[in-house]
């Protein structure tokens, strides 16, 4: 075989586990990660009747883009749901922390990015947001 010569990449597969025929090509996915969801298109052997395919090498570049991506907004989503709670019950950072986490830096470290509040707290630091008399019920106990 001459080294000059460059044979196409397959066009075609069978697939390892349905035997169904594979064609190389594109498909539309969605990805979720936190309630965000995108949509982009994936590279991959993919079957006629729209089930799964083969999704190999290289081709997992586009949904490790699309999982940054989700992840970076929701980093964002975070950090603007902080200082919003905090704008509209006007606590200051520490009082937020210590009232919805325990600890005396979370909202700090979340209102910077360098730290995620774990789901239930998210939730929490939503319902605040969207009613903030609900702070009273969780001083009182």
């Known amino acids: ?19 169904a025929l594979l064609t190389r090509g ?12 995108r949509t982009f298109m994936a590279s991959g052997w993919w079957p006629e009747d729209g089930d799964d ?10 949904f490790d883009a699309a999982l940054d991506e989700l992840k970076a907004e929701y980093a964002a989503n975070m950090r603007a749901l902080a200082k919003d709670m905090r704008r509209k019950t006007r606590l200051t950072q520490k009082e937020a922390s210590q009232l919805l986490t325990g600890s005396p830096n979370s909202f700090s ?11 239930p707290t998210a939730l929490l630091m939503k319902l605040i947001a969207d009613d903030p008399k609900l702070l009273e019920k969780i001083r009182n106990g």
């Open 26 to 37: 594109e498909r539309p996915q969605t990805i979720t990660y936190m309630g965000l969801s």
């Open 53 to 62: 395919g083969i999704v190999a090498g290289s081709d997992h570049d586009a």
């Open 1 to 19: 075989m001459r080294d000059d010569v460059k044979f196409p990449y397959a066009e075609t597969t069978i697939h390892p586990e349905t035997g």
């Open 109 to 119: 470290k979340y209102e910077r990015g360098e730290a995620l509040p774990s789901w």
